[in-house]
């Protein structure tokens, strides 16, 4: 199983576009090689690098495997998605209080769907893919903050 994305390859820098310092848009993902057993996929986006520990961005899950892409600013239809590190159960973009951050995509399929709330935490989630991961995949992406450039005079 793969997961790419048309907006950055792997590890490189994620557009402004996509981070909170910019239009806090989710990217287009592309899940390609779906095993045929799968019953749903998972998503969790995460920084392992923020000063507190690692910071959940956005979890989407129940996602058909049938139709695992996400256009931008989208997820699939009838996905539902999990709470994120700043509360919200939406995407939420790289915003790096200082330097360089790592940001992972990691997609999970499943022999099971979840069937769980909207707004799930990433702890409940994780609990209930227990025992159901048939597969994984992983994209990698950067962003520092972008420091405001002065205005020439």
Do not use: C
Not at 27 to 32: C, G, K, R, T
Not at 34 to 43: I, K, M, R, T
Not at 102 to 122: E, Q
Not at 124 to 150: C, D, F, S
């Amino acid at each position: 199983m793969q997961i790419s994305s048309p907006a950055f390859r792997n590890g490189e820098t994620i557009p402004h576009q996509y981070s909170r310092y910019g239009e806090d848009r989710s990217p287009a993902l592309e899940i390609d090689g779906v095993p045929p057993e799968a019953q749903s996929l998972a998503l969790i986006v995460d920084d392992p690098d923020a000063p507190r520990g690692t910071f959940t961005h956005w979890i989407v899950f129940d996602i058909d495997p049938a139709a695992p892409s996400f256009p931008e600013e989208n997820v699939p239809r009838n996905a539902r998605e999990g709470k994120n590190g700043w509360s919200d159960a939406h995407y939420g973009g790289p915003k790096p209080p200082s330097g360089e951050h790592r940001y992972f995509f990691r997609v999970f399929a499943l022999d099971t769907k979840l069937n769980l709330p909207r707004g799930t935490s990433r702890n409940e989630v994780e609990q209930a893919m227990k025992g159901h991961v048939i597969a994984t995949a992983e994209l990698m992406g950067r962003y520092a903050k972008q420091e405001a450039v002065p205005a020439a005079d």
